[in-house]
């Protein structure tokens, strides 16, 4: 099994920043990408970044510019560095990978952590 565990969220002012950190630990042969989605009450979960094992990034584009995806290989852990905050920032932040995990040949993409709360007052 692999588990996925998010720190860092909290509560923080409009401009402010915060970084996000997401371990990933378990029966992990390789990670092909990693990303960060968000759900905020009463709207759909959306992605916010990826990176993938290449070190490609894909940004939404609501945040470009503002956040910071990274990834540290060795450790299996991604970062968010989440700057310029907005209160509609607000929301659950999900890490996710697709990675082999030795039950099948090819990767899973259903791993999740349990989501960290940001919340950015105004």
């Known amino acids: 099994q692999v588990q996925l565990v998010e720190s860092g969220g909290g509560l923080v002012q409009s401009g402010g920043s915060l970084r996000l950190s997401c371990a990933a630990s378990?029966?992990?042969?390789?990670?092909?990408?990693m990303g960060w989605y968000r759900q905020a009450p009463g709207k759909e979960r959306e992605l916010v970044a990826v990176i993938r094992s290449g070190g490609s990034t894909n940004y939404a584009d609501f945040v470009k510019g503002r956040f910071t995806i990274s990834r540290d290989n060795a450790k299996n852990t991604l970062y968010l560095q989440m700057n310029s905050l907005k209160p509609e920032d607000t929301a659950v932040y999900y890490c996710n990978a697709e990675l082999l995990d030795g039950s099948s040949p090819y990767p899973r993409s259903d791993y999740w952590g349990q989501g960290t709360q940001v919340t950015v007052s105004s």
């Open positions: 378990g029966r992990i042969f390789s990670v092909n990408a």
